[in-house]
Nanobody, 126 residues
Framework: QVQLVESGGGLVQVWGSLRLSCAASGRTFTSYGMGWFRQAPGKEREFVAAITRSGGSTYYVDSVKGRFTISRDNAKNTVYLQMNSVMPEDTAVYYC???????????????????WGQGAQVTVSS
């Protein structure tokens, strides 16, 4: 099993920046593809970004491309989401997720991930 703990959420102004961290413990971190999802009030959980086991490839939903960056430090068992130029529509609870069988074509699906963190609230104020 893997335990995931997010941190770094909070209140940020429009056009500001925030970095989320997700620390993993348990099984070998490099066994897992990692993803970030978010869920706004009254909406379904949606894919934000994903990164492969080695960190060599990254993927983003169109609405955050050029603003958000996902990265991982396998020595620290941590995945990050750097959020720049945030907008009010980025307000949501952000979840990191880990999956052993995440492959091309499925990395945007919540069902592809086996473990989830507790979530971190990000609120963008205008």
């Amino acid at each position: 099993q893997v335990q995931l703990v997010e941190s770094g959420g909070g209140l940020v102004q429009v056009w500001g920046s925030l970095r989320l961290s997700c620390a993993a413990s348990g099984r070998t971190f490099t066994s897992y593809g990692m993803g970030w999802f978010r869920q706004a009030p009254g909406k379904e959980r949606e894919f934000v970004a994903a990164i492969t086991r080695s960190g060599g490839s990254t993927y983003y939903v169109d609405s955050v491309k050029g603003r958000f960056t996902i990265s991982r430090d396998n020595a620290k068992n941590t995945v990050y989401l750097q959020m720049n130029s945030v907008m009010p529509e980025d307000t949501a609870v952000y979840y990191c997720a880990a999956g052993e069988r995440v492959v091309a074509g499925t990395r945007t699906l919540t069902s592809s991930y086996d473990y989830w963190g507790q979530g971190a609230q990000v609120t963008v104020s205008s």
